[in-house]
């Protein structure tokens, strides 16, 4: 299943989004998608309704230097075990939403990430088991304030500014995550392209080591870290990153206060 959150003329909902481009239809979605989802019967032409953030998290949990080339290219050593940090859910937006550049930040950069939707609360889930704890699988971009990273020693400020972490389109359900391209063009230009399978800590591993940390909660979002090739992003640029078989999500960055 497709799920997805959007705006329509009757208000926001939950969706099940079936058919592909301009035949696409949003069914509405009684209460939440967790669970066997049930129908209200209403429906609209995806083309007509506006994609929000396809769910609303208690928290996101980052994943920090879990591809090898990443990490070298940061001038970083690949962790023996996951490093881990939190983004605040204040920081989601949608497809199309602006990503918006703080004034006191000079240095900003994309980061393509899969992200790993959670269906159920849970809590020391074992790795082999993770799996029946996924909702589905979505597209993210960990958007990083280098020069607050850098300045401040860790990474809240840097990582958790509203707008800094763009999900979407949507949420795909039956999905096998364990080999997928990412990548993400800035205006057109390739900037990052890799696979999931080069994770250096796969997803059932990421489940159990944060689980084991911390009850998640249905919608509930891990990020699972990004390629090399992250870059700068500034004012008047469009992002786009892709996820095979998941989408594209593209967001236009402006200047705060423009």
Request: hydrophobic content about 40%.
């Amino acid at each position: 299943m497709r799920l997805g959150r959007i705006a329509s003329p009757d208000g926001v909902a939950f969706v099940s989004i079936e058919g592909e481009g301009d035949a696409a239809t949003a069914k509405e979605i009684a209460e939440h998608p967790f669970g066997t989802p049930t129908f209200t019967g209403r429906s609209w032409p995806l083309a007509d309704v506006r994609l929000l953030a396809p769910i609303l998290a208690s928290k996101v949990i980052a994943v920090g230097r879990n591809y090898a080339a990443h990490a070298a290219e940061s001038g970083n050593e690949v962790p023996e075990e996951p490093v881990i940090f939190l983004k605040p859910n204040t920081s989601i937006v949608g497809p199309g939403a602006p990503i918006v550049i703080p004034r006191n930040a000079s240095v900003v950069h994309h980061e393509a990430e899969l992200a790993v939707v959670i269906g159920r609360p849970c809590k020391d889930v074992p790795a082999a088991k993770a799996r029946e704890v996924i909702l589905g699988y979505t597209v993210a971009n960990d958007v990083s304030a280098r020069d607050h990273q850098a300045a401040d020693g860790q990474w809240t400020r840097a990582k958790g500014h509203d707008t800094f972490c763009p999900l979407g389109p949507w949420i795909e359900t039956d999905l096998d995550a364990s080999d997928l391209e990412i990548s993400a063009e800035v205006d057109g230009q390739p900037r990052q392209r890799s696979r999931t399978s080069l994770m250096v800590h796969d997803i059932p591993k990421l489940i159990e080591w944060v689980s084991a940390v911390m009850t998640l909660l249905p919608g509930d979002v891990i990020l699972t870290g990004t390629p090399e090739g992250v870059g700068p992003i500034v004012p008047g640029d469009t992002v786009s990153v892709t996820v095979e078989k998941i989408g594209t999500l593209t967001n236009p960055v402006v200047a705060k206060g423009a």
